[in-house]
C-alpha cells in the first residue's frame, strides 16, 4: 500500500513504512519457485545440490552444505567442529542468540568476548586473552556486513590448535583482502532469511574446503543417517544406516530454487546498499549527534545493516518511538546476548562483563538499509531524521 505523505511543502508518494530490511521478489523468482513446484522433487532434489554448488562458486568454497535456516547451518557447523559439554567457545557479545545458541546445542560453553569500539567486530586481543585449556573454538560474526580481522583471528586459532567459524550470515559477498566470506574459516555460516542478502524465506548454509566437515554436517541435517533419500532413490536401494544422532534440518528445492534465482541479483543489490550507505555518511557529515558505524579495515563490505550511534543515549528510546510513529522501521541490533535472562541463568553472565558492547547498544539505532530502498524513500529518510536531529544532536 503507497500513500501520500505531505512534508516540508513537498509531496512525496513512500511506503507506509519503510522496514529496516526487506526482501525483494520479482516474477523470474516466482517463475523459478512454480517450476519446481511442478517437478517431482519438492524436497532432497536436485536443486539443493545445485544451490549448494552456486553459492560455493560464488565465494570460491569447495563445499556448501544448505539447510532449512541459519541457525540450523551455526548448529550443523558447532555440531562439526566437535564441541562437547566442557567445552568453551569464544563467541562475541554484541551478535544474534542465535551464534551463542549454537554452542549451548553442544552443550557446551559460550564465552563472551568483547568487541572493537568503531566497528563492534570481534576484538581479536580480548579473543586472546579468554582463551582458557578448556577453549575448542571461536565463532566470529561479520557484524553489519564487515569481514572480521580474519588474518589474525587465524593466526590465533592455529597457534592455539582451535577451530574458527564464520557467522556471516551479514556477509554473504563481502571481501577480506580479495577473499570472499564463505573461504575465510574452517567452517562459515550464511542466512537467507528475508531481511539478509537474498532469501530462501527460510534457509542457511555452511561452507567449508575439508570434505570431512562437509560429510559430517551433510549427515547431521538428516538424522544422522548416511545417505540421503534421491541417493538411495537413484540407486535403487532402500538400506541406510543412522550412525549419529542428527536432526531433520533439510531445505526445499522450491526454497534453493528461489535462492539460486536470488543470487543473479546480488552484486547489483550489494551495490545499491554500498550507494545508500554513502548517502548516510554524507548525511551524518550534516547531522553532528549521529555517528555512523566505522569502516573496517581491509574489506569490502556487503552492507546488511546501517547503525547509527545517537550521542545522546538517554533519548535513543524516544527517538526510535518517534521515528516508528513517522514510518521508518528502525530496529537495535542487537542487545548483548550475555545479557539475555537464559544467559544469565545458565551461565552466570552478568552486565559489565563486555563494556564496549554494552555501552553501544544504550546508543544505537538500526535504519533501514535494503535493496528496495528508492530515490524517493531516501529522501523521505532524509527528511524524517533531519525533523528528529533534536533529540540527538
Ligand atoms: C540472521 C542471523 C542468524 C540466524 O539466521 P536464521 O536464518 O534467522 O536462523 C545467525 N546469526 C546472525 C548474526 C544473524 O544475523
Redesign the pocket.
Known amino acids: 500500500m503507497r500513500f501520500i505523505r505531505v512534508f516540508k511543502k513537498r509531496i512525496l508518494t513512500i511506503p507506509d513504512f519503510i522496514p529496516y530490511g526487506r526482501q525483494q521478489i520479482d516474477d523470474s523468482d516466482i517463475e523459478a519457485v512454480v517450476r519446481v513446484l511442478r517437478s517431482n522433487w519438492l524436497t532432497t532434489g536436485p536443486k539443493v545440490e545445485m544451490f549448494e554448488n552456486a553459492i560455493a562458486n560464488f565465494c570460491g568454497a569447495r563445499y556448501g552444505v544448505a539447510v532449512c535456516?541459519?541457525?540450523?547451518a551455526?548448529h550443523c557447523a558447532t555440531h562439526a567442529a566437535g564441541y562437547q559439554p566442557g567445552d568453551e567457545v569464544i563467541v562475541p557479545a554484541m551478535?544474534?542468540a542465535?551464534?551463542a545458541n549454537a554452542v549451548a546445542y553442544c552443550g557446551a560453553t559460550p564465552v563472551f568476548c568483547d568487541v572493537l569500539p568503531d566497528t563492534l567486530l570481534i576484538d581479536p586481543d580480548e579473543v586472546e586473552r579468554k582463551i582458557t585449556p578448556k577453549t575448542k573454538g571461536v565463532i566470529a560474526?561479520d557484524y553489519a556486513g564487515q569481514p572480521c580481522d580474519y588474518d589474525r583471528l587465524k593466526g590465533i586459532c592455529e597457534r592455539h590448535r582451535i577451530s574458527l567459524i564464520g557467522?556471516a550470515?551479514?556477509s554473504l559477498g563481502a571481501r577480506y583482502k580479495g577473499r570472499h566470506t564463505g573461504t575465510l574459516c574452517d567452517m562459515t555460516?550464511f542466512?537467507?532469511?528475508p531481511v539478509?542478502h537474498i532469501t530462501t524465506g527460510?534457509?542457511?548454509m555452511t561452507m567449508t574446503d575439508n570434505p570431512e566437515l562437509a560429510t559430517r554436517m551433510k549427515r547431521f541435517r538428516n538424522h544422522g543417517i548416511t545417505t540421503e533419500a534421491k541417493e538411495r532413490s537413484d540407486e535403487g536401494r532402500w538400506f541406510y544406516e543412522m550412525t549419529d544422532l542428527g536432526m531433520n534440518y533439510r531445505i526445499s528445492d522450491f526454497q534453493c530454487a528461489l535462492g539460486m534465482s536470488q543470487l543473479g541479483r546480488l552484486p547489483e543489490w550489494l551495490k545499491h546498499r554500498d550507494a545508500l550507505v554513502k548517502r548516510y555518511r554524507q548525511l551524518a557529515d550534516l547531522l553532528p549527534g549521529l555517528n555512523l558505524l566505522k569502516a573496517a579495515k581491509n574489506c569490502e563490505p556487503a552492507w546488511h545493516l546501517m547503525i547509527a550511534f545517537v550521542s545522546k543515549p538517554e533519548m535513543r528510546n524516544e527517538l526510535f518511538e518517534r521515528l516508528r510513529k513517522d514510518g521508518l522501521g528502525v530496529n537495535v541490533h542487537y542487545i548483548p546476548v550475555h545479557l539475555h535472562p537464559y544467559y544469565r541463568r545458565t551461565f552466570c553472565t552478568e552486565p559489565g562483563l563486555c563494556p564496549i558492547a554494552e555501552e553501544a547498544y544504550e546508543k544505537m539505532i538500526t535504519l533501514p538499509l535494503h535493496q528496495g530502498i528508492g530515490s524517493a524513500d531516501f529522501l523521505y529518510i532524509e527528511q524524517t531524521l533531519k525533523k528528529h536531529a533534536h533529540l540527538y544532536c
Request: proline share 0%; aromatic share 10%; hydrophobic share 40%.
Open positions: 535456516n541459519g541457525t540450523a551455526l551478535t544474534f542465535a551464534t560474526v557467522d550470515a551479514h555460516v542466512s537467507f532469511h539478509k527460510e534457509g542457511g
